[in-house]
């Protein structure tokens, strides 16, 4: 069984450019969940997303940044004209639900130059 | 407000001796508790959960973690450390309400020299 899949591992991108990150949940999981990883911190919350809905979006900033999680294909975090800022690691995670717990991909590492 | 603390921020132990990572939490209700591993370049690894039941939860690696309700704390252990145990460890919690994010920790560098 397949694990949380995201893509790219690795994206560079100038200043005002698009990013776009992509996630595969676990099979049979129809729960995804965006978090970011600064340099030295730990995961924040982002956005977390079932099949077409977005359920819970208070940790995305108001602006440039979107996700969604269509009926069918990965989930995507699409950030728009990026800034330095932006540069961190960005983790996907996936459940069934209920208590169980969250299962992460490796992460796409973003880099604003 | 929802919080993690771990309070240290690299604990160092030697090769087979025992090892504890600290992690008090601050929720409302009950809390779902959750300790993941993280090696270089790579996602969070899912260790342990305490949901209910036994205060003490035992995991994946031979890790187990105590839950203690009056002191807010979930410390994770391991009798024996292994260099190869090496990584940084982060405690999260979450409400007891179906499909609410995780809120971690800062994280703890584990480091087990031989």
Not at chain 2, 69 to 78: A, E, G, I, R
Request: aromatic letters at 12%; a positive charge; one cysteine or more.
């Amino acid at each position: 069984n397949a694990g949380v899949m995201q893509n790219p591992r690795h994206l560079v991108r100038r200043r005002g450019q698009e990013a776009r990150l992509r996630c595969s949940p676990m099979k049979g999981h129809s729960h995804v969940y965006w978090y970011r990883q600064l340099p030295e911190e730990g995961l924040k919350f982002m956005v977390y997303l079932q099949k077409e809905n977005i359920i819970d979006e208070s940790g995305m900033p108001k602006e440039r940044f979107s996700a969604e999680f269509p009926k069918e294909g990965p989930s995507i975090l699409r950030i728009q004209q990026v800034v330095r800022g932006d540069s961190a690691a960005y983790f996907c995670a996936s459940s069934p639900g209920g208590a169980q717990p969250q299962h992460f991909g490796d992460g796409t590492r973003l880099s604003i130059l | 407000a929802q919080s993690v603390a771990q309070p240290e921020d690299q604990v160092n132990v030697a090769e087979g001796n025992p090892l504890t990572v600290k992690c008090t939490y601050s929720v409302s209700g009950n809390p779902y508790l959750f300790w993941y591993v993280q090696y270089p370049n790579r996602g969070l690894q899912f260790l342990l959960k305490y949901i209910t039941g036994d205060n003490l939860v035992k995991g994946s690696y031979g890790f187990e973690a105590e839950f203690n309700k009056s002191q807010t704390s979930f410390h994770l252990k391991k009798p024996s450390a292994l260099v190869s145990d090496s990584a940084l460890y982060f405690c999260a919690v979450r409400q007891n309400q179906a499909g609410t994010a995780l809120i971690f920790g800062k994280g703890t560098t584990l480091s087990v020299s031989s």
